[in-house]
């Protein structure tokens, strides 16, 4: 059974830091791309970053660009979202997702976690 299980939300003053993580099981690890996305109450679901588990690449959306770094530990099956410099508008849920290394489409997601930037 493929299972994506994020944890290390919480409540952060702006300015702060997080970090996610996003353990994985169920499936080759090394054959996925991990992605981080994230939906704020009354909007769009918004992709954040995500990772080739295979040869490390990855990408950044503008708004998180300089302040957020996605990393992958392989042997644990788990990828990292360190958030820094957080800002009240990177509030929402953030969830991660699985995808196939040759598949435009994440067909496997986790439950959520939840961040919360005071102001």
């Known amino acids: 059974e493929v299972q994506l299980v994020e944890s290390g939300g919480g409540l952060v003053q702006a300015g702060g830091s997080l970090r996610l993580s996003c353990a994985a099981s169920g499936f080759t690890f090394d054959d996925y791309a991990i992605g981080w996305f994230r939906q704020a109450p009354g909007k769009e679901r918004e992709g954040v970053s995500c990772i080739s588990s295979s040869d490390g690449s990855t990408y950044y959306a503008d708004s998180v660009k300089g302040r957020f770094t996605i990393s992958s530990d392989n042997a644990k099956n788990t990828v990292y979202l360190q958030m820094n410099s957080l800002k009240p508008e990177d509030a929402a849920v953030y969830y991660c997702?699985?995808?196939?290394?040759?598949?435009?489409?994440?067909?496997?997601w986790g439950q959520g976690t939840q961040v919360t930037v005071s102001s």
């Open positions: 997702a699985a995808r196939g290394s040759l598949t435009a489409t994440y067909n496997y």
